[in-house]
């Protein structure tokens, strides 16, 4: 196993840049893409070969799905729990309902509990865009 510079063990890593999606290179341990930082500067691909355009076409598209896909799941998962919190009050508001007649205040703190929830989709939509973003 060949040292980088620094004197350390080169790792691998494989690029998701838009030229060198999913290929894979040896580089110093300090290379950081988030940073920039590329440490003592060692770098090599692992293939020769670059990809063909369409190879690296291919691969660009499938990368953008699998993120919309990610992002549509978060979307999905955070609207389901909100789904089944309203499904819960709803149906203990409805075991109320069965068990009392309503007086008018009650009537005006219920509204204000579907306002709630309404908040609870609206915040849990914006929290998993958020995390996608960050994760992406
Ligand atoms: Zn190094």
């Known amino acids: 196993m060949v040292n980088c510079a620094c004197g350390f063990p080169r790792t691998t890593r494989t690029s998701w840049t838009h030229d060198n999606p999913g290929r894979k290179f040896k580089a110093?341990?300090?290379?950081n893409h988030e940073t920039g930082h590329r440490g003592c500067n060692t770098f090599d691909w692992v293939d020769v070969e670059e990809p063909t355009n369409w190879q690296r076409d291919v691969i660009n598209m499938l990368v953008a799905e699998?993120?919309?896909v990610a992002t549509d799941n978060h979307?999905?998962?955070?609207r389901l729990v909100c789904v089944e919190h309203q499904k819960n009050?709803?149906?203990q508001e409805l075991e109320n309902i069965n068990r009392k007649p309503l007086k008018r205040k009650e009537?005006?703190?219920k509204s204000l509990?579907?306002?709630a929830v309404c908040f609870c989709?609206?915040?849990s939509v914006v929290i998993s865009v958020i995390v996608v973003k960050v994760m992406n």
Do not use: A, P, T
């Open 75 to 78: 979307i999905l998962k955070s």
């Open 28 to 31: 110093c341990k300090f290379y």
């Open 121 to 123: 989709v609206i915040v």
């Open 89 to 91: 009050r709803l149906e």
């Open 107 to 109: 009537i005006v703190n």
């Open 66 to 68: 699998k993120h919309r």
């Open 113 to 115: 509990g579907f306002n």
